[in-house]
């Protein structure tokens, strides 16, 4: 029996959370390392229970980075003194690019990489979805390919600057 | 044998992601490279999650890679569409087009089913795969209204593939039948091609009754595991 738990039992919920987000809050994305897995909206929620369990979901269903998250994930809670906390992966409802923290949108613009639009932009825009280049920020822009170097980007290119960048996509 | 619904579209999904596989470091261009591996790994990742489902509804003790890893060929439930040759960079084409068209219709269908773990996947699974249907038409059109040399490949393309389709509208799946039909022949007129040419369609992929291109496939797929039973990295 870890003795993590008999501490844990007693702590009332909003102070597991604490705790829990706390230690997961500087975990970086292996493939972004500029934005936390908070950021990304990947860490769901806290299930309290016995043992309490953290809920994650994927971004795409075959994203190679999955157990590398998992595993950090576990590290950082076994560091904290959180080992008792499980981890489990649930698929409803489906991870959308609308889970990316307004933070997490700026960190990516800054590392290079066209964020996605809001649920509301895209309304807005319809089908039409031009590309702010991070670079200069012109919305002159085309896309190359719809896939890029990692599943949830698409590559662009930038008219005015030439410079070719990712794209998130918008799912 | 494990359960049939979850079987088959795990190994659509997984066959149909190794065939992708195969083009890594083979395709015309290196966005087309990363394509196809991109639109492979989803596919691996769904059928890693219908596999998962079916091992457990069977109850044997074996998980998504044992059934992937530890089974013949008669055993696989996969469509015959999604084990055919590779062939040239316009029959990938085609059979993509044509299963992704399908696979999105299905699972939007699936997203609202009574089974709420099929229906999670599937509607993960959609998001993806309307990506790769967009993927392959916009590909069809390209070919297709480009010229005649990649025109005459994409129509032999879709010719070859097309005797494989009426098996994915086998029992249930009839319902799907008009709707993809009408995408289907607006993006073949998009691309200016002509509706491919009846023929005598082969079943018998979801029955275990396979062409000889799986076997192969599988001896390579299957290769390590078989191998090095337990090995672990």
Request: charged fraction near 10%; glycine fraction near 12%; include cysteine.
């Given at each position: 029996m870890p003795s993590g738990e008999i501490i844990l039992a007693g702590l009332p919920q909003a102070e597991l959370s604490a705790r829990v987000f706390g230690a997961l809050a500087m975990i970086p994305d292996p493939e972004i390392p500029v934005i936390s897995l908070f950021d990304l909206g990947i860490i769901r929620e806290l299930r309290a229970g016995t043992p309490p369990i953290l809920i994650i979901t994927p971004t795409y269903s075959g994203c190679p980075a999955s157990i590398a998250i998992q595993q950090s994930i576990r590290a950082a809670l076994d560091d904290a003194g959180l080992a008792e906390v499980a981890i489990k992966t649930e698929l409803a409802p489906p991870w959308t690019t609308d889970w990316i923290s307004t933070a997490g949108r700026e960190k990516l613009r800054a590392y290079g990489i066209a964020p996605p639009e809001s649920a509301a932009e895209r309304l807005a825009q319809k089908d039409t979805q031009p590309a702010f280049c991070p670079q200069c920020g012109s919305a002159n822009t085309a896309e190359i390919?719809?896939?890029?170097?990692?599943?949830?980007k698409a590559l662009w290119r930038c008219h005015d600057c030439a410079e070719p960048f990712d794209r998130f996509k918008c799912i | 044998m494990p359960d049939d619904l979850t079987t088959r579209f795990g190994d659509d999904a997984l066959i149909l992601g190794h065939r992708l596989s195969e083009w890594c470091g083979h395709a015309p261009a290196l966005e087309v490279d990363l394509a196809l591996a991109n639109i492979g790994l989803d596919l691996l990742g769904q059928a890693q999650f219908f596999l998962g489902l079916a091992a457990e509804a069977e109850a044997k003790g074996r998980d998504a890679d044992a059934l992937a890893y530890r089974r013949t060929e008669d055993e696989f439930r996969n469509c015959l569409l999604v084990e055919q040759p590779n062939g040239d960079f316009a029959r990938t084409i085609a059979r993509q087009f044509l299963f992704s068209s399908w696979q999105e219709l299905l699972f939007h269908g699936l997203a609202q089913g009574d089974d709420k773990r099929i229906a999670a996947i599937a509607a993960k699974a959609v998001k993806e795969v309307t990506y790769h249907a967009r993927f392959a038409a916009d590909w069809v059109i390209r070919l297709g209204d480009g010229t005649a040399e990649s025109h005459r490949r994409m129509e032999e393309g879709l010719d070859w593939c097309w005797r494989f389709t009426g098996e994915l509208f086998a029992g249930d799946a009839a319902s799907l039948r008009p709707e993809w039909d009408a995408r289907v022949n607006g993006v073949l007129a998009e691309a200016g091609l002509p509706p491919p040419n009846p023929v005598r369609g082969i079943t018998g992929g979801r029955d275990g009754r396979h062409s000889e291109h799986l076997g192969h496939l599988l001896a390579e797929m299957q290769y390590l595991p078989r191998v090095y039973p337990d090995a672990v990295w």
């Open positions: 390919s719809r896939f890029g170097s990692t599943p949830c | -």
